[in-house]
């Protein structure tokens, strides 16, 4: 299933994500806005390593990717990311459920 979620996190500019979910695992994200990333090569890794993560997990390992050293964000923290991935995916509810 895929869902799509528009947020503007208190102090952040806007994040667009795109999340494809199936059977308690993110199988696909896209990550864009109104935010910029340095090097941008670095945050595409970032969203191709949550691919196949388990939902129940989901938070602490996009907090953790989109945290790696030499990832820059301006406009946007990992905090607000991982959170809005988290939305996307159904919320804090689903995720206790999954």
């Known amino acids: 299933m895929t ?3 528009d947020r503007k996190p208190e102090g952040c500019k806007l994040l667009r994500v795109e999340v494809e979910v199936d059977g308690g695992f993110l199988r696909a994200l896209r990550v864009r806005g109104d935010f910029f990333a340095h090097p941008e090569e670095l945050f595409e890794a ?3 390593a949550l691919a196949g993560q388990e939902l129940s997990r989901l938070r602490e390992a ?3 990717a ?3 050293p030499g990832l820059r964000l301006y406009g946007a923290t990992a905090e607000a990311i991982a959170e809005t991935i988290v ?3 159904g919320g804090e509810d689903a995720l206790q459920t999954s």
Request: glycine share 0%.
């Open 46 to 48: 970032a969203e191709s």
């Open 87 to 89: 939305l996307a995916c």
């Open 3 to 5: 869902r799509k979620l």
């Open 66 to 68: 989109f945290s790696w």
């Open 62 to 64: 996009a907090l953790k």
